[in-house]
C-alpha cells in the first residue's frame, strides 16, 4: 500500500492533506532538510570571513552556493535520504550532500570546512528555530488577522445589537453582541502582541556548547562573537550558555502561547455553538450538503465543532512539548530530536482550526427576530436597574424588594414591573424613568 491522503494514518497528512499543505515547506521531512543545508551554507558563507584559509574563498560563487538551499527539491531531498542509509546519521547525510555539490561547482578545495567545528545540534538547533519563525511569519500571523479582523468587522457591524446575557447559564443584564465579539478580538490582538516578543532561539556552540573545536583550531578568533553575529545573520538570537542543545525555554514559552490563543478560540467556538443552538445565528444552507445522515431537517454547527476538536488537540501537543522539551539529561540526551520532528503537528491542527473558524463565520445569518425574543421574555434582567436607581434615591431596602419581586414563582413581565413600579414610594419622575428602562436599552456603555 502506497503513502497518499487516503492511505496515511494521521489525519494531517490524509484527510486534512490539502487545508495544510501550506505547513509542508516547513515541517516535513524535506523542509527540515532544506532549512538544514540553509543553515550549513550560510555558516561556511560566514566562515570565509573569518578564517585565513578561506581568504580565497570565490566570492563570486556566492549566489550559485546558495542556490544549494534555494533551489532544493525533493530529488536533493531523496539524495539526502540514500546517503543516510549509510550514514545512518542525517545531519552527516546532509553535509555529505552539501560536499558533493561543492564538487559540482569546483569547490573541492573547500569542502573540508562544511559543518567545520560543529556538531548535529548546532545545525538542528538552528534550523528548527528558523522554520518556526518563518512559518509563523509567513502562514500563521496572517491567517490569525484575517480572523481578528473578520471579528472586528462583526464587532462593529453588531455593535448597537441588543442582546441577553447570560452568566452560569442564567439571564443576566443585557449586553451587545458587538461587544461580545470583541472582547474576543481583543483578546487574541494581546496574546499575539505577547507571540510576537518571545524571541526565537539558537543553539550554536560545538559539541558541548563551549565552540572547543573552533577554539582549539583557532584560538585567537572570537568564536562567541562570530556564534552570536551568524544567529543575528539568520535573526535569531543566539542562546549562551548552553549544553550540547538549546534549552527550548524560549520555543515553550512560545508554544505557551500559541496554546493561550488556541484556548481563546475554544472559547469563542464554544460560544458560538451556544448562540446558534439559541438560534442567536441561523446558518447558509449549502446545495448538497447534508446535515445528519438520519435527520434531513439538522443543519449543525460542525465548523466551530471541528475548530474546537482539532483545538483542543493541538493544545495537548503544546502542553507536552513545553513541558518535555527543556528538559534533558546531564549534557544531552535524544529525547528532543524525536519530539522536535512533531512541532507541525500542533501547529497544522491549529491551522485546520483557524480554516474552520473562518468558514463557520462565513455561514452565520444573524437572527434578530430570536434575540429580541429572548430580551422580551426576561425583563426581570432590569431589577439590577431598577435596585441600582432606587438606592441612588434613597429608597429603603431597595434590592431586596426587588428580591421579592422577582423570585415569586410569577413570570415578571413588562406590565406586572410597571404596577410594581407605581406602588412605590418615590417621585413620579423617578417612576417615569424608571419604566423607560427596558431589556433593550439597558446594555451599559
Known amino acids: 500500500m502506497q503513502l497518499n491522503p487516503l492511505t496515511a494514518i494521521s489525519p494531517v497528512d490524509g484527510r486534512y492533506f490539502e487545508a495544510v499543505k501550506p505547513l509542508s515547506p516547513y515541517f516535513s521531512e524535506f523542509g527540515l532538510m532544506r532549512y538544514r543545508v540553509q543553515v550549513e551554507i550560510e555558516y561556511l ?25 534555494k533551489n532544493f527539491t525533493e530529488a536533493h531531498a531523496t539524495e539526502i535520504k540514500e546517503i543516510e542509509k549509510i550514514t545512518n546519521h542525517d545531519v552527516k547525510a546532509v553535509e555529505y550532500f552539501i560536499k ?11 569542502k573540508e570546512f562544511v559543518h567545520f567545528g560543529l556538531t548535529s545540534q548546532d545545525i538542528n538547533n538552528t534550523a528548527i528555530p528558523l522554520l518556526l519563525k518563518e512559518f509563523l511569519e509567513r502562514e500563521y500571523f496572517s491567517m490569525v488577522d484575517v480572523l481578528v479582523t473578520r471579528l472586528n468587522t462583526m464587532a462593529i457591524e453588531w455593535k448597537d445589537i441588543p442582546m441577553l446575557a447570560h452568566t452560569h447559564g442564567q439571564p443576566a ?19 499575539l502582541t505577547q ?21 582549539i583550531a583557532y584560538p585567537t578568533i572570537d568564536w562567541n562573537k562570530f ?27 512560545l508554544f505557551d502561547n500559541l496554546k493561550r490563543i488556541n484556548t481563546i478560540l475554544i472559547d469563542f467556538s464554544r460560544d458560538m455553538w451556544q448562540y446558534i443552538s439559541m438560534e442567536y445565528f441561523k446558518q447558509k444552507i449549502k446545495e448538497g450538503e447534508v446535515g445528519s445522515s438520519a435527520m434531513p431537517h439538522k443543519v449543525n454547527p460542525i465548523d466551530f465543532e471541528n475548530a474546537e476538536g482539532n483545538l483542543g488537540f493541538a493544545n495537548a501537543i503544546f502542553e507536552y512539548l513545553s513541558a518535555k522539551l527543556p528538559v534533558s539529561r546531564l549534557q544531552r540526551d535524544l529525547t528532543d530530536s524525536t519530539v522536535l520532528r512533531n512541532i507541525g503537528v500542533p501547529l497544522a491542527h491549529t491551522y485546520i482550526a483557524l480554516q474552520s473558524l473562518l468558514k463557520g463565520l462565513s455561514k452565520l ?46 413570570k415578571i413581565t413588562k406590565e406586572s414591573l410597571a404596577v410594581f413600579i407605581d406602588g412605590l414610594n418615590v417621585k413620579d419622575a423617578v417612576k417615569e424613568r424608571l419604566k423607560g428602562i427596558t431589556p433593550f436599552n439597558y446594555v451599559g456603555i
Not at 538570537?237 to 514559552?253: C, F, G, K, L, W
Not at 441600582?388 to 421579592?404: D, F, I, M, W
Request: charged fraction near 25%; charge should be negative; glycine fraction near 4%.
Open 100 to 110: 558533493k555539490e561543492f564538487e559540482k561547482l569546483k569547490l573541492d578545495s573547500f
Open 365 to 410: 445569518e444573524l437572527n434578530e427576530a430570536a434575540i429580541h425574543a429572548d430580551l422580551d421574555n426576561n425583563w426581570a434582567v432590569v431589577a439590577e436597574a431598577i435596585q441600582t436607581v432606587l438606592r441612588k434615591e434613597g429608597y429603603p431596602n431597595p434590592y431586596e424588594a426587588l428580591k421579592a419581586l422577582t423570585r415569586k414563582n410569577e
Open 45 to 69: 558563507i560566514s566562515l570565509s570571513g573569518a578564517i585565513t584559509e578561506l581568504e580565497d574563498f570565490p566570492v563570486h560563487k556566492i549566489n550559485d552556493i546558495r542556490k544549494i538551499y
Open 227 to 253: 556564534a552570536d553575529e551568524f544567529c543575528h545573520h539568520l535573526n535569531l538570537v543566539r542562546s549562551y550558555p548552553t549544553t550540547q542543545i538549546e534549552h527550548y525555554d524560549n520555543m515553550a514559552a
Open 173 to 191: 443584564s443585557p449586553t451587545r453582541l458587538g461587544k461580545e465579539i470583541m472582547v474576543f478580538g481583543a483578546r487574541l490582538e494581546k496574546q
Open 195 to 215: 507571540l510576537k516578543t518571545v524571541p526565537h532561539a539558537a543553539k550554536f556552540g560545538g559539541a558541548t556548547g563551549n565552540l572547543n573545536a573552533h577554539h
